[in-house]
């Protein structure tokens, strides 16, 4: 053959061999990916979906994993499914993810050591709000009773002045029609 027929068949099969080499490769993935047959439901292992609830998405800034709508979420999810189908539990997989991307995506704080402190800080301090509310509250009210007890009653004539000023006060303020 000549060099002119030979450059095109080279051609040819390096580019068959590099379309088949890509599908080796991407096929994996793609088989991940592809929902269940019509009529079949896609069923979510019970470990998976435990899992899955706890982890934010390293993929999707600010979301859950279980709403994130990259492939690369859809890969973790996935991932997260056949770990539980091999038997590991919900506990296992977080804590594998949260090895392997790290502690920010953990939807809920540990139960232990520091993250104790986000569990137990809140209530402690919701607690110690309405205490000091209470104690205010009651120190005014016992302010209230105190000055209501040492009010001293108003001498008669003091009171016939008042009435006359009330009274001027209502007659200046009835409307004209």
Do not use: N
């Amino acid at each position: 053959m000549t060099k002119r027929r030979i450059a095109p068949v080279l051609v040819l099969a390096l580019s068959l061999i590099a379309s088949l080499g890509f599908l080796a490769v991407a096929a994996p993935f793609a088989a991940a990916q592809t929902p269940p047959p019509t009529g079949e439901t896609l069923r979510v292992h019970p470990e998976a979906k435990k899992a899955i609830d706890r982890i934010k998405s390293p993929y999707c800034p600010g979301e859950m994993l279980e709403v994130c709508p990259s492939s690369g979420g859809a890969m973790l999810r996935d991932s997260i499914q056949r770990m539980a189908e091999r038997g590991l539990t919900a506990d296992s997989i977080v804590e594998i993810v949260v090895r392997e991307y790290g502690e920010q995506y953990r939807a809920q704080p540990k139960v232990s050591g520091m993250g104790l402190w986000a569990w137990v800080f809140p209530p402690v301090v919701l607690l110690g709000g309405l205490g000091i509310v209470g104690v205010v509250l009651a120190h005014r009210r016992r302010g209230l009773q105190e000055a209501a007890a040492t009010v001293e009653p108003v001498a008669p004539e003091d009171e016939a002045k008042l009435r006359a000023a009330m009274k001027e006060l209502d007659e200046a303020e009835e409307p004209v029609f």
